[in-house]
């Protein structure tokens, strides 16, 4: 299955239980579209926030953020990773 990169940003100051309340919304109603979120980061300095997850499609993956309450600025496949 693909994966993707998405970014969110204006998040400035998040916290690691805003970052982990997000990510489990995310989690939560994940297998609806098919994706599956390995793993989130962010800079609470900047305000971004890193997705990675595996998807069918970009679409599915914003499908998920926006109604977990976060939509993506970006979504970027990552064709290629070692």
């Not at 998405?6 to 919304?25: E, F, K, P, W, Y």
């Not at 109603?29 to 499609?57: K, M, N």
């Not at 993956?61 to 970027?76: P, S």
Request: hydrophobic content about 35%; overall charge negative.
């Amino acid at each position: 299955m693909p994966k993707f990169m998405d970014v969110h940003r204006g998040m400035n100051g998040i916290t690691s239980d805003q970052l982990t309340q997000a990510h489990q919304a995310d989690l939560a109603i994940e297998r609806e579209e098919g994706v599956h979120f390995e793993h989130t980061w962010a800079d609470p300095e900047s305000g971004t926030v890193y997705c990675l997850s595996e998807a069918p499609s970009a679409e599915a993956v914003q499908r998920i953020h926006e109604r977990a309450g976060h939509r993506a600025d970006e979504v970027h496949q990552v064709p290629l990773h070692a």
